[in-house]
């Protein structure tokens, strides 16, 4: 089971750090990524890292502005959300795949948080 949460009503150009917790023993197997659904919007991948720790990926729109790291030892996975915009907002995912494959694509994670809500106004 995962549990995110970190997020919040901000104004554009602040930070958020978002967290992702699981009581899974087998947590510093997984890659763990961050995907993010928009209102109206597909829910799309945002950041990903390997067991770990040493590869991480981003997509374009937050490269540069957010960084993914986890902490083993904790189970725990966080995106640091830097510079944000009005169009950062949306639904926060965390989501674990057991095959470690650091993939871009929702449908490689078995397992997935509940969500935390990222509202950043102009």
């Known amino acids: 089971q995962l549990q995110a949460s970190g997020g919040g009503l901000v104004q554009a150009g602040d930070s958020l750090r978002l967290s992702c917790a699981t009581s899974?023993?087998?947590?510093?197997?997984?890659?763990m990524a961050w995907f993010r659904q928009a209102p109206g919007k597909e829910r799309e991948f945002v950041a990903v890292i390997g067991r770990s720790g040493s590869n991480t990926y981003f997509a374009d729109s937050v490269k540069g502005r957010f960084t993914i790291s986890r902490d083993n030892a904790k189970n725990t996975v966080y995106l640091q959300m830097n510079t944000l915009k009005p169009e950062d907002t949306a639904v926060y995912y965390c989501?674990?795949?057991?095959?470690?494959?650091?993939?871009?694509?929702?449908?490689?994670?078995?397992?997935w948080g509940q969500g935390t809500e990222v509202t950043v106004s102009s």
């Open positions: 989501a674990a795949d057991p095959y470690n494959l650091s993939s871009r694509h929702d449908f490689n994670y078995d397992y």
């Open positions: 899974g023993r087998a947590f510093s197997r997984y890659a």
